[in-house]
Nanobody, 120 residues
Framework: QVQLVESGGGLVQAGGSLRLSCAAT????????MGWYRQAPGKQRELVAE???????NYTDSAKDRFTISIDNAKRTVYLQMNSLNPEDTGVYYC??????????????WGQGTQVTVSS
């Protein structure tokens, strides 16, 4: 059974940095794509950044030049390094993973979410 275990959220002042991580646990798991989404209060969940197992990345415009997504396939873990944070980055950050499992099965699921709060 696959689980996504997130860590790294918290409270930071504007201009500060945080690093989020998300590990996919379980057996016979191969990463297809992993990414981070943000849900701000009263808003829909939106993509922040995603990365394929080969390292191809995709960022939302607000994350470009400030955030860096990376992946460790051996550890089945995705990281999001967030620099120059501003209050608009506040929200619950959810890890999403699209994985290949045994017997050609696929998984598309979400972590429990981690709160990021940026104070002005």
């Amino acid at each position: 059974q696959v689980q996504l275990v997130e860590s790294g959220g918290g409270l930071v002042q504007a201009g500060g940095s945080l690093r989020l991580s998300c590990a996919a646990t379980g057996s016979n798991v191969t990463i297809n794509t992993m990414g981070w989404y943000r849900q701000a209060p009263g808003k829909q969940r939106e993509l922040v950044a995603e990365i394929t197992r080969l390292g191809t990345t995709n960022y939302t415009d607000s994350a470009k030049d400030r955030f860096t997504i990376s992946i460790d396939n051996a550890k089945r873990t995705v990281y999001l390094q967030m620099n120059s944070l501003n209050p608009e980055d506040t929200g619950v950050y959810y890890c999403n993973a699209r994985l290949f499992l045994a017997r050609l099965e696929k998984y598309d699921g979400w972590g429990q979410g981690t709160q990021v709060t940026v104070s002005s």
